[in-house]
């Protein structure tokens, strides 16, 4: 079993979101979309990182 870093998504807009989740490799990280992120950017983006295979949760 491998430990995951857990990355923080804390970002205003989609686009800077999303150049870091570009950069991220899946297999040795997990995400974490916090309420005011998933609010802003809503299940467009969450469709966005299943599209990529990232794990992550929506705390």
Same mark, same amino acid.
């Given at each position: 079993?491998?430990? #995951? %870093?857990?990355?923080?998504?804390?970002?205003?807009?989609?686009?800077?979101?999303?150049?870091?989740?570009? +950069?991220? @490799?899946?297999?040795?990280?997990?995400? #974490? %979309?916090?309420?005011?992120?998933?609010?802003?950017?809503?299940?467009?983006?969450?469709?966005?990182?299943? +599209?990529? @295979?990232?794990?992550?949760?929506?705390?």
């Amino acid at each position: 079993m491998t430990n #995951k %870093v857990i990355v923080a998504l804390d970002y205003e807009t989609e686009a800077e979101a999303l150049t870091l989740v570009d +950069q991220i @490799d899946p297999s040795l990280c997990r995400l #974490k %979309v916090g309420k005011e992120m998933f609010t802003t950017l809503g299940t467009n983006f969450v469709k966005q990182l299943h +599209q990529r @295979d990232l794990m992550f949760s929506l705390i």
